[in-house]
């Protein structure tokens, strides 16, 4: 008997990342148990901080209940850490989202709304200590490429939100349909969660003070 597709609601605002969304998204769109929504505040056109502008499928009221959840990072994040309306939101959509997930500073986002109490997450390195200053009992990671812990998934910054999603994409379907998606993409993931040479470089962890470090 044929399933429902997974239901991912990804989150649109004002100064999004594009590459946090559509990285991810890339693979996603492959992956026939998947299907995925864009969520945006009224749903008129958003801009994200390329000032590439993305028509919602959906606006924020009008979510339904959704497999995942995935919060892009940006420079909007700056501006939604203090938005109580929109974290009120949020809490309450993930609070019945089986799994939530973020890329880059969607992470602060996710801690200031108080989804990740309890959970072990990770950021965007540069913004590291911004990011981290959210959450009463979050246990921040310098050092990962993304953190999966129980249900939240956040990876590291930007393009570490693809490597997360060949991961999640694994745990939610199979290992053969996420290497096929990656491999549709034509893209080799890190496969390994603790690869995290930007900590080091960002001062997170000590330095090996390796050429090739350098050279990143």
Same mark, same amino acid.
């Given at each position: 008997m044929d399933t429902e597709p997974l239901r991912i609601a990804v989150v649109l605002f004002e100064g999004?990342?594009?590459?946090?969304?559509?990285?991810?998204?890339?693979?996603?769109?492959?992956?026939s148990e998947v299907t995925v929504v864009f969520a945006g505040p009224d749903g008129e056109p958003v801009?994200?901080?390329?000032?590439?502008?993305?028509?919602?499928?959906?606006?924020?009221?009008?979510?339904?209940?959704?497999?995942a959840l995935l919060v892009p990072g940006g420079k909007g994040t700056r501006q939604l850490v203090e938005d109580e309306s929109f974290l009120s939101w949020l809490r309450g959509v993930g609070a019945q989202?089986?799994?939530?997930?973020?890329?880059?500073?969607?992470s602060a986002v996710l801690a200031a709304a108080g989804l990740l109490e309890g959970y072990a997450a990770? $950021?965007?390195?540069?913004? %590291? *200590?911004w990011a981290s200053s959210f959450g009463? #009992?979050?246990t921040w990671k310098p050092k990962a490429r993304w953190v999966q812990d129980r249900n939240r998934w956040t990876s590291s910054g930007v393009a570490a939100g693809v490597d997360m999603t060949v991961?999640?994409?694994?745990?939610?379907t199979s290992e053969v349909v996420a290497i096929d998606a990656a491999n549709f993409a034509e893209y080799?993931?890190?496969?390994? $969660?603790?690869?995290?040479? %930007? *900590?080091?470089i960002n001062g997170l962890v000590p #330095?090996?003070?390796?050429?090739a470090e350098r050279r990143l």
């Open positions: 999004f990342e594009l590459l946090d969304v559509f990285g991810p998204v890339q693979l996603l769109q492959v992956v801009a994200s901080s390329q000032g590439v502008e993305v028509v919602p499928t959906i606006s924020y009221e009008r979510v339904e209940p959704t497999d989202a089986p799994w939530v997930a973020s890329v880059c500073t969607g990770t $950021s965007n390195k540069r913004a %590291f *200590a009463e #009992s979050v991961a999640l994409i694994a745990h939610l080799e993931p890190h496969r390994d $969660s603790g690869w995290d040479p %930007f *900590a080091r #330095s090996s003070g390796g050429e």
